[in-house]
């Protein structure tokens, strides 16, 4: 299923914007914009095959559990987020639940975006608040039963949500901690590419290896560095080149879901973001798990 950050490490968000003001999260609107570009906020939020508006939602998550349709994230005061405060996007962002407080489906990869710093929350918040207003209500989720009883995604958190700003390693150097914060907080990458139980909860022991049942049931290969199912022989070379314009070592490129993951996502960081990204991908423990269509 598709659809704070280390103070003590400041330079790592260097390429990310200006440091803190005054000891407030001064809210940057530019800052916000790639931090936007960065989480994957577009693709998620915009129905591009229904030629809906950006970040107006209704786009369709298909899922083991049902179709999601993504909301409306726009500005708008009566079906976006314009009345929202910045303690009710905080609260959605770290804890999963909106202003009334009801707990949100894990589609919305808030056990991801928990580890963001409150202040990439709030410049995210104030790019948002600067798009267009778009007057388009929510659809509603076609879920099967039971799941559509929304008091089991609170359930749910109970069980497998942990909330948490990212904490970063002391015995590590800013490149990897800023690599590991963009991998597992704003990129929310093992959301797609960590399979799951028969629940929906990610399994711990397998991050990043890979699922059968990515976004519309695609397949989400493994990006663990093992050398046989993973990326472990890919040079660094390769990776950026993916993650940068999505060519694939044999000169194909990347499509589906991946494909929009370049486009709105990776393609837009900056070179160091990317690097970083490398580097820490490069060092997680490598699980042997080759990812494939079973046969009809």
């Known amino acids: 299923m598709?659809?704070?950050?280390?103070?003590?490490?400041?330079?790592?968000?260097?390429?990310?914007?200006?440091?803190?003001?005054?000891?407030?999260?001064?809210?940057?609107?530019?800052?916000?914009?790639?931090?936007?570009?960065?989480?994957?906020?577009?693709?998620?939020?915009?129905?591009?095959?229904?030629?809906?508006?950006?970040?107006?939602?209704g786009r369709k998550l298909k899922t083991p559990f049902g179709t999601f349709a993504t909301p409306n994230i726009t500005p708008d005061p009566v079906h976006g987020i314009g009345k929202w405060t910045d303690a009710d996007f905080i609260r959605a962002i770290r804890q999963g639940a909106g202003p009334d407080g009801r707990p949100y489906y894990p589609a919305?990869?808030?056990p991801s975006y928990t580890r963001m710093t409150d202040r990439d929350i709030l410049d995210l918040k104030a790019y948002l608040f600067s798009r267009p207003p778009v007057a388009r209500a929510d659809e509603p989720h076609d879920l099967n039963p039971p799941f559509a009883w929304r008091f089991l995604a609170g359930i749910w958190k109970t069980l497998f949500f942990k909330p948490g700003a990212f904490q970063p390693d002391p015995a590590k150097s800013p490149e990897w901690n800023r690599g590991a914060y963009l991998v597992t907080a704003l990129g929310h990458c093992g959301e797609?590419?960590?399979?799951?139980?028969?629940?929906?909860?990610?399994?711990?022991?397998?991050?990043?290896?890979?699922?059968?049942?990515?976004?519309?049931?695609?397949?989400?290969?493994?990006?663990?560095?093992?050398?046989?199912?993973?990326?472990?022989?890919?040079?660094?070379?390769?990776?950026?080149?993916?993650?940068?314009?999505?060519?694939?070592?044999?000169?194909d490129f990347a499509g589906g879901a991946m494909g929009e993951v370049i486009d709105d996502n990776t393609g837009r960081l900056t070179d160091a973001d990317r690097e970083a990204i490398i580097l820490y991908l490069k060092s997680v423990p490598a699980v042997s798990h080759r990812v494939e269509k079973k046969a009809k």
């Open 192 to 251: 797609c590419h960590t399979p799951r139980n028969f629940l929906g909860a990610p399994k711990a022991d397998m991050a990043l290896a890979g699922s059968t049942q990515g976004p519309a049931g695609g397949i989400v290969p493994n990006i663990t560095p093992d050398k046989e199912t993973g990326i472990g022989k890919w040079p660094d070379s390769d990776i950026l080149s993916l993650l940068k314009s999505g060519m694939l070592p044999d000169g």
């Open 108 to 110: 919305f990869p808030y």
């Open 2 to 57: 598709p659809l704070s950050l280390l103070l003590a490490f400041l330079v790592c968000l260097a390429a990310a914007g200006p440091a803190w003001a005054g000891g407030e999260p001064a809210k940057s609107v530019g800052r916000g914009k790639y931090l936007f570009a960065a989480g994957g906020c577009q693709a998620c939020h915009t129905d591009v095959k229904g030629k809906g508006k950006p970040l107006a939602g």
